[in-house]
């Protein structure tokens, strides 16, 4: 599935946005978690995508490093998911 790194939407950039399934995918570091003013500002973040209509899957980069095939494996699945979901509401709309 292609996939932008670094796009930017008009308000912020998300470090991995897969457009055809509306998932962004933000990879985010220990500072997301204990600084709350990071944490309140990724919320802000979140519902900003979620009014365009996408999904923000946030992966701690923990995972990236210690899991990565794991983690890859479920992103893959989450998106094939989102896809899925999609082209169904779509083939669903135009009747």
Known sequence: MPAEIEK???????DIAVTHAKVNIEIDGSQ????????LADL????????KGYFTLR?????VHNYLDQTADMITEILNESRTKIISKYKYAKR
Do not use: C, E, V
């Not at 930017?8 to 998300?14: E, N, R």
């Not at 997301?32 to 944490?39: G, L, S, V």
């Not at 802000?44 to 009014?51: I, V, W």
């Open 44 to 51: 802000q973040r979140t519902y900003y995508s979620f009014k």
């Open 32 to 39: 997301h978690n204990w600084q709350a003013k990071q944490a």
């Open 59 to 63: 992966i701690p980069n923990s995972l």
């Open 8 to 14: 930017f939407d008009g308000f912020k950039k998300i």
